[in-house]
Structure formats: structure tokens, C-alpha cells
């Protein structure tokens, strides 16, 4: 999952060595907190928040195969 994740974010910013991914596993959860660099926090949101609201509904649907429920986190 941390893998998918990362590949998504590095190929969206201008700065992919700048991505830094934290996942926080519990037992039916899983929380990702993604951190960029500054210039590309909004890249990674998008306009009105659509390219996070995707990035979260693909997660999401990975995690289902898992029977994981996900929460993907943009820290500044």
C-alpha cells in the first residue's frame, strides 16, 4: 500500500525525492500521512481538492481488497 502510494504522489510533484510517506497501521485501520515539499502542496490537492479527493478514493479501494480501512493524510 505505502509502495502505491508513493508513486502516485512522486509522479504528481515537481520534487519526488522531497515525498515522504509515514503509514500508521492499527487493525482495521491504516492511517498514510504524506509530506511534500512546499511548492507542491498544491499540486498534490488540486483545484478544489479534487486530485486528493482521488488520490483518496484509489486508496480506499485498494484497501478494500485488504479489508483495510484507509486514511491518507497530507501533512504541511
Not at 18 to 45: H, L, N, P, S
Request: cysteine-free; charged content about 30%; overall charge neutral.
Amino acid at each position: 500500500m505505502k509502495e502505491f502510494v508513493i508513486y502516485l504522489i512522486k509522479n504528481l510533484v515537481d520534487q519526488p525525492d522531497e515525498v515522504k510517506v509515514d503509514v500508521f497501521e492499527g487493525e482495521q485501520t491504516v492511517v498514510i500521512e504524506v509530506r511534500v515539499a512546499e511548492g507542491d502542496t498544491a499540486r498534490v490537492i488540486g483545484r478544489q481538492g479534487n486530485t486528493i479527493k482521488a488520490l483518496r478514493t484509489l486508496a480506499t479501494t485498494v484497501a478494500s481488497r485488504f479489508s483495510k480501512k484507509i486514511r491518507l493524510e497530507l501533512v504541511e
